[in-house]
C-alpha cells in the first residue's frame, strides 16, 4: 500500500513539473489595455506598409473573423481577440519584410487559422497585401528555433512598441541569443545579398528592408568596438524612455556575439524589469512562406523554400 502511495506522488510530482516546463503560457491574461495606433511602429518608413494593409482587410473580413474566433473560443474576451489580432497584424507586417518568419503566439496564430476558413477573403487580402499567396506550414517537428526565435525578437523590437500585452501573447523576448550565421552574414555580407538571403525578394518596402539591414550592421559595429574598448553595457534605463527598444535590441547583439554562454542572465541585468514578464515561450513553431505548399521556391516574388528563411525543418 505504501509502494503505490508513493508511486501516486512520484506521477504527480512529475506530471506538475512537466505542466510547468512545457507550459506555452498562451492562458496568460490579457489586460484591457489600449491598443497602440498605427500598430506601435517605430519606423515612419514603414507606414505605407500599414495603409496597404488596412487597404487589404476589409471590415466585412473582419467582422467575420471575430464572429468566428468568438464563436469558437467562447471564454475569450473581445479585447483579447483585438490585442491577438493585432498582434498577427505585426506578424503580417513582418512577413511582407522578411522571406520567411516563425510563429511564436499560440493567440495569434488560433486567429490566423480562422482567417483561413474563410477562403476567397484570404486569397484577397494576402494577393492585395503581398500580391502572393501566403502559406501557412505547421512546423510538424515541433523543433525548438531558439537562435531564430532571437532573431525574431530583434526584428519585432526594432520595427514596433512592445507593450505588455504583446509579451503575454509573444512570451518572453530575447530569451536566447541571436543565432551566430546571422550575425556573421550581416557582418561580412553586402546589402544586396542580405536582401536576397533574408528578405522577401521584391521591390515591395525596400527602404524599410535597408533600415533594417544597416541597423544590425550598424549594432554589430559598435559591439565590436565595445568589445575592443572593454566597455561595459550600462545598466537599463526606464521602460519608458523613448529609446528602450534601439538600446535593448543593441545589448541582444553584444551578448549574442561575446557573451552568450550567460545570455539571459547579462540581459536581466541591463534591461528593465517590465521586459523580462511574460510567459516563456517553449515548443516548436509554425511557419510562413510564400513557397511552403512544396515549391522549391526561387526567383520572383515567391521568394523562399518552404520555411525558408527562419523555420527548422
Known amino acids: 500500500m505504501v509502494g503505490y502511495f508513493i508511486a501516486g506522488v512520484i506521477i504527480v510530482f512529475f506530471i506538475l513539473i512537466g505542466s510547468s516546463l512545457f507550459s506555452t503560457g498562451k492562458k496568460t491574461p490579457l489586460k484591457k489595455h489600449p491598443i497602440p495606433d498605427q500598430l506601435g511602429i517605430q519606423i515612419e518608413a514603414g507606414f505605407p506598409i500599414l495603409q496597404r494593409l488596412d487597404s487589404s482587410l476589409s471590415q466585412y473580413y473582419l467582422d467575420n473573423i471575430k464572429l468566428r474566433v468568438m464563436q469558437n473560443h467562447p471564454k475569450w474576451k473581445d479585447h483579447e481577440f483585438e490585442w491577438g489580432m493585432f498582434e498577427l497584424k505585426r506578424y503580417f507586417v513582418m512577413n ?20 483561413l476558413m474563410f477562403t476567397r477573403d484570404y486569397e484577397k487580402f494576402s494577393k492585395g497585401f503581398y500580391h502572393d499567396l501566403l502559406h501557412h506550414t505547421p512546423n510538424m517537428d515541433s523543433t525548438p528555433i531558439p537562435g531564430e526565435r532571437a532573431f525574431f525578437d530583434w526584428v519585432f523590437i526594432s520595427l514596433f512598441e512592445i507593450t505588455e500585452n504583446s509579451r503575454a501573447i509573444w512570451g518572453c523576448f530575447f530569451q536566447n541569443p541571436i543565432k551566430r550565421q546571422i550575425l556573421d552574414d550581416f557582418k ?33 559595429s559598435e559591439a565590436d568596438q565595445a568589445k575592443l574598448t572593454s566597455e561595459k553595457i550600462s545598466k537599463s534605463r526606464a521602460a519608458g524612455d523613448s529609446h528602450i527598444n534601439t538600446y535593448v535590441a543593441g545589448a541582444a547583439v553584444f ?24 510567459s516563456p515561450y517553449s515548443g516548436g513553431s509554425y511557419c510562413s512562406g510564400f513557397a511552403c505548399s512544396g515549391d522549391s521556391g526561387g526567383g520572383g516574388d515567391s521568394g523562399s523554400s518552404s520555411c525558408g528563411g527562419g523555420c527548422s525543418s
Open 96 to 115: 511582407s519584410l522578411l522571406k520567411s518568419v516563425p510563429m511564436f503566439s499560440h493567440r495569434a496564430d488560433e486567429i490566423w487559422h480562422e482567417m
Open 188 to 220: 561580412v555580407l553586402s546589402e544586396d545579398e542580405l536582401l536576397t538571403k533574408y528578405f522577401r525578394i521584391n521591390d515591395d518596402w525596400l527602404e524599410v528592408k535597408k533600415l533594417l539591414i544597416n541597423k544590425l550592421k550598424d549594432e554589430i
Open 255 to 278: 551578448y549574442s556575439l561575446y557573451e552568450e554562454d550567460d545570455f539571459q542572465g547579462n540581459m536581466s541585468e541591463v534591461t528593465p524589469e517590465e521586459y523580462q514578464k511574460g
